[in-house]
């Protein structure tokens, strides 16, 4: 671990510039070209405010700033929850931070937003030993 | 394998999906890290890993293996129980059952647990995936 997990202690943040070059390379990564990433049009016929970022963008972040936090045990021991909240329109920078709520087990709160302050995603991680 | 048009009413909790297998390419490990910047955590045990979100990947692709989903399906919750780093170069053997569905505030969702097993049979992690349906079905549009 990188840092002295105490109860109080924030991780992060982790940055990303959500931008359409990010999006087509994750949606190539992930073979999921659902075209209320990449399409206003068909995002809009959907109730969305226009083309928006896949949700586990964010979630991704989440798990940079996890692995970079917890090491090695964070891929043996990890247990994560996301919700996500809102989504992240294209173009958006997002945030990502932790906050340590125990120690033992050792457990974190989640939260991803937008430098706008829009929440997009809550959530918790656990090391469960 | 011929997909399924996924439609809601044919959905049902106790349907299986899988096995599905999914090779951890290195190229796709490369461009997931690329898309995140995510430089973390490259090796462990002197193998190199993947991200372990990652494994979102192959557990939306066990379900999409057998459904054509609709435009617009949206991402809802994700939970991960992690055992085992995912390997670069690994074949995970991916299984998932539809644990629910359910109507709240106008909105369809239904819930996916999944399962992945590494080609050493170690199990490398366990899933749930929740999405919202849509309520519009827009493929009998033309866009």
Same mark, same amino acid.
């Given at each position: !671990?990188?840092?002295?997990?105490? $109860?109080?202690?924030?991780?992060?943040?982790?940055?990303? $510039?959500?931008?359409?070059?990010? $999006?087509?390379?994750?949606?190539?990564?992930?073979?999921?070209?659902?075209?209320?990433?990449?399409?206003? =049009? $068909?995002?809009?016929?959907?109730?969305?405010?226009?083309?928006?970022?896949?949700?586990?963008?964010?979630?991704?972040?989440?798990?940079?700033?996890?692995?970079? &936090?917890?090491?090695?045990?964070?891929?043996?021991?990890?247990?994560?929850?996301?919700?996500?909240?809102?989504?992240?329109?294209?173009?958006?920078?997002?945030?990502?931070?932790?906050?340590?709520?125990?120690? &033992?087990?050792?457990?974190? =709160?989640?939260?991803?937003?937008?430098?706008?302050?829009?929440?997009?995603?809550?959530?918790?991680? !656990?090391?469960?030993? | 394998?011929?997909?399924?048009?996924?439609?809601?009413?044919?959905?049902?909790? @106790?349907?299986?999906? @899988?096995?599905?297998?999914?090779? %951890?390419?290195?190229?796709?490990?490369?461009?997931?890290?690329?898309?995140?910047?995510?430089?973390?955590?490259? #090796?462990?045990?002197?193998?190199?890993?993947?991200?372990?979100?990652?494994?979102?990947?192959?557990?939306?692709?066990?379900? #999409?293996?057998?459904?054509?989903?609709?435009? @617009?399906?949206?991402?809802?919750?994700?939970?991960?129980?992690?055992?085992?780093?995912?390997?670069?170069?690994?074949?995970?053997?991916?299984? @998932?059952?539809?644990?629910?569905?359910?109507?709240?505030?106008?909105?369809?969702?239904?819930?996916?647990?999944? #399962?992945?097993?590494?080609?050493?049979?170690?199990? %490398?992690?366990?899933?749930?995936?929740?999405?919202?349906?849509? #309520?519009?079905?827009?493929?009998?549009?033309?866009?």
């Amino acid at each position: !671990m990188t840092t002295d997990l105490d $109860v109080g202690v924030t991780l992060g943040p982790c940055v990303l $510039v959500v931008d359409q070059q990010v $999006v087509a390379r994750y949606a190539d990564a992930a073979d999921d070209h659902n075209p209320i990433h990449f399409d206003d =049009e $068909v995002a809009r016929a959907l109730g969305l405010p226009g083309a928006i970022a896949h949700g586990m963008i964010s979630g991704a972040l989440i798990g940079r700033l996890l692995a970079a &936090e917890l090491g090695p045990q964070w891929v043996r021991h990890g247990r994560l929850r996301l919700k996500f909240v809102r989504p992240v329109e294209l173009g958006s920078t997002v945030v990502a931070r932790g906050w340590v709520t125990s120690t &033992e087990p050792l457990s974190v =709160e989640l939260r991803a937003e937008t430098a706008d302050g829009v929440l997009a995603i809550t959530g918790s991680a !656990m090391l469960e030993m | 394998m011929t997909r399924i048009r996924q439609d809601w009413d044919q959905m049902r909790v @106790g349907q299986t999906f @899988g096995p599905f297998g999914y090779v %951890v390419r290195p190229e796709v490990v490369e461009s997931l890290r690329s898309a995140i910047g995510d430089e973390e955590l490259v #090796e462990v045990d002197g193998e190199a890993v993947a991200p372990a979100m990652l494994l979102t990947f192959p557990f939306l692709q066990l379900i #999409e293996a057998k459904y054509e989903p609709p435009p @617009g399906v949206i991402h809802a919750g994700q939970e991960f129980d992690l055992y085992a780093p995912v390997r670069v170069g690994a074949v995970l053997t991916c299984t @998932g059952t539809i644990t629910d569905m359910s109507r709240r505030r106008n909105r369809r969702y239904y819930s996916v647990a999944s #399962e992945a097993v590494d080609d050493r049979g170690v199990l %490398v992690a366990r899933s749930r995936t929740t999405a919202v349906y849509p #309520e519009v079905d827009l493929r009998s549009r033309d866009y």
